[in-house]
T-cell receptor, first 112, second 110 residues
Framework: DTGVSQDPRHKITKRGQNVTFRCDPI?????LYWYRQTLGQGPEFLTY????????KSRLLSDRFSAERPKGSFSTLEIQRTEQGDSAMYLC??????????FGPGTRLTVT | EDQVTQSPEALRLQEGESSSLNCSYT??????LFWYRQDPGKGPEFLFT???AGEEKEKERLKATLTKKESFLHITAPKPEDSATYLC???????????FGKGTRLHILP
C-alpha cells in the first residue's frame, strides 16, 4: 500500500535559512493539498493543486512560501528566509475526488 | 466564513465507558463532513465522510452521525487503543479545501 509520503520527516534549521519539503501523493490521485498544523490546533489549509495547476492559496501563505507540482506528480513546498513562527508540522494530502483527503506523515519543521 | 467547533477539547474515559464527541459547523452549501483520527506526531487518518443530514456511518466501535448543524462521533465500549485526537472537518460549496476544528483529545484509561 503506497500511501502519501513526505520527506524529510524532521527538519531543524536556523532562522533566515531556506527549506524545501517534498510530497509524493497516492499515484492515481490528481489533487494535492498542503496544510500546516501547530500544537493543539487542527490543520490549516495552505494551498491546493489539481494536476499541475495551483488552484488556490490561503491568505496565510506569505510571499516567502512557494509551492510547485511539476508534471502533476510530486509537489514541493519551499519556505524562504524562515522565521521562528514557521515552526510547525507541514502536512500533505491527496485525493482523487474533491472529497476524502488522505494525509501523509508530515514534516516537522523547527526554526531555531 | 466556514467554521468548525469541536467539544469537549479533551475527554478522559474508563475502558468500556461509552461517550460522544461533538462537532458544530457553519458552512455555505455543505459538500461533505469528515472525521479523522490523529495519533501524536502522525498525519490524520481518514475515518468517515458524511454528506447529508440523517446519514450515519459505522466502523468498529465508532459511529458518526450528521444533522444540519452538527455531527457526533459516538464511541461504544472504547479501548485504550482508541486514545487519539479526533478531528472534524467540513468542505463547503465554494472550493475544494476542507476546514478543520481543533480536535478532541480522547484518553481511554485501562
Amino acid at each position: 500500500d503506497t500511501g502519501v509520503s513526505q520527506d524529510p520527516r524532521h527538519k531543524i534549521t536556523k532562522r533566515g535559512q531556506n527549506v524545501t519539503f517534498r510530497c509524493d501523493p497516492i499515484s492515481e490521485h490528481n489533487r494535492l493539498y498542503w496544510y500546516r498544523q501547530t500544537l493543539g490546533q487542527g490543520p490549516e489549509f495552505l494551498t491546493y493543486f489539481q494536476n499541475e495547476a495551483q488552484l488556490e492559496k490561503s491568505r496565510l501563505l506569505s510571499d516567502r512560501f512557494s509551492a510547485e507540482r511539476p508534471k502533476g506528480s510530486f509537489s514541493t513546498l519551499e519556505i524562504q528566509r524562515t522565521e521562528q513562527g514557521d515552526s510547525a508540522m507541514y502536512l500533505c494530502a491527496s485525493s482523487d475526488r474533491a472529497h476524502e483527503q488522505y494525509f501523509g506523515p508530515g514534516t516537522r519543521l523547527t526554526v531555531t | 466564513e466556514d467554521q468548525v467547533t469541536q467539544s469537549p477539547e479533551a475527554l478522559r474515559l474508563q475502558e468500556g465507558e461509552s461517550s460522544s464527541l461533538n462537532c458544530s459547523y457553519t458552512v455555505s452549501g455543505l459538500r461533505g463532513l469528515f472525521w479523522y483520527r490523529q495519533d501524536p506526531g502522525k498525519g490524520p487518518e481518514f475515518l468517515f465522510t458524511l454528506y447529508s443530514a440523517g446519514e450515519e456511518k459505522e466502523k468498529e466501535r465508532l459511529k458518526a452521525t450528521l444533522t444540519k448543524k452538527e455531527s457526533f462521533l459516538h464511541i461504544t465500549a472504547p479501548k485504550p487503543e482508541d486514545s487519539a485526537t479526533y478531528l472534524c472537518a467540513v468542505q463547503g460549496g465554494g472550493d475544494d479545501k476542507i476546514i478543520f476544528g481543533k480536535g478532541t483529545r480522547l484518553h481511554i484509561l485501562p
